[in-house]
């Protein structure tokens, strides 16, 4: 069974900083997708970043980029230039890759609350 | 955009009732999942289906069933609820079978409190 990791429980960082979330995950698949979802406080969980184990290149989205270390297996999220819209619960996820006419489902980790300062 | 819309935002109900929590999506997705969340342990899949009348046991099925009758509607259902049960409660779905993308969209969350 696949497992995801987040050693951080709780993190802060300054208003405008880098700070980088940590994430490592158990497989024996070759072929996943790995996901980091956000969940500001009282609100809906969406999608930050998504990465397909195939690629090599990590993912970016605008302020958010991943450090996918397949090898490691390590999947860690940096914020850029962090502002206080990112506070919020971030969840690192790992989906195995179904073939079609599969089902999906992902496996969560723990969920580290991220909180940006003034 | 995806929409997933779920029944209540707060729902409080006392212990041996029968507790009907309802999920919509608007997107024609195959896939519909229901997620219980509590601090510390993270999202944890109580059951999914992957499509009408379909449904798979999660990792923590025992004291809940569902039922899909329509493709757009996923209810979770807790034949006797209990203190255990009081959680927040998550419904998701994503595209399915020979879709591009696998990115599940999530509802606002029910926060279930059992008395």
């Known amino acids: 069974a696949q497992t995801v990791t987040q050693s951080q429980p709780e993190m802060s960082v300054q208003e405008a900083e880098t700070v980088t979330l940590s994430c490592t995950y158990d497989?024996?698949?070759?072929?996943?997708?790995l996901f980091w979802y956000k969940q500001p406080p009282s609100r809906q969980m969406i999608l930050v970043i998504r990465?397909?184990?195939?690629?090599?290149q990590n993912a970016t989205e605008n302020r958010f980029s991943v450090n996918f270390q397949k090898a490691a297996k390590s999947f860690s999220l940096k914020i850029s230039d962090s502002q206080l819209g990112d506070t919020a619960m971030y969840f690192c996820a790992f989906m195995k890759h179904v073939p079609q006419g599969g089902s999906e489902k992902l496996v969560f980790g723990k969920g580290t609350k991220l909180t940006v300062n003034p | 955009d995806v929409k997933v819309t779920q029944s209540s935002r707060y729902l409080v109900k006392r212990t041996g009732e029968k507790v009907f929590l309802e999920c919509v999506q608007d997107m024609d997705h195959e896939n519909m999942f229901w997620y219980r969340q509590d601090p510390g342990l993270g999202l944890r899949l109580i059951y999914f289906?992957?499509?009408?009348?379909?449904?798979e046991k999660g990792d923590i099925p025992e004291g809940y069933s569902v039922s899909r009758e329509k493709k757009e509607r996923f209810s979770l259902i807790l034949e006797s609820a209990s203190t255990n049960q009081t959680s927040m409660y998550l419904c998701a779905s994503s595209p399915g079978r020979g879709r591009v993308t696998d990115t599940q969209y999530f509802g606002p969350g029910t926060r279930l409190t059992v008395l």
């Open positions: 289906s992957y499509d009408v009348k379909m449904k």
């Open positions: 990465q397909e184990a195939y690629k090599q």
């Open positions: 497989t024996s698949e070759n072929n996943y997708y």
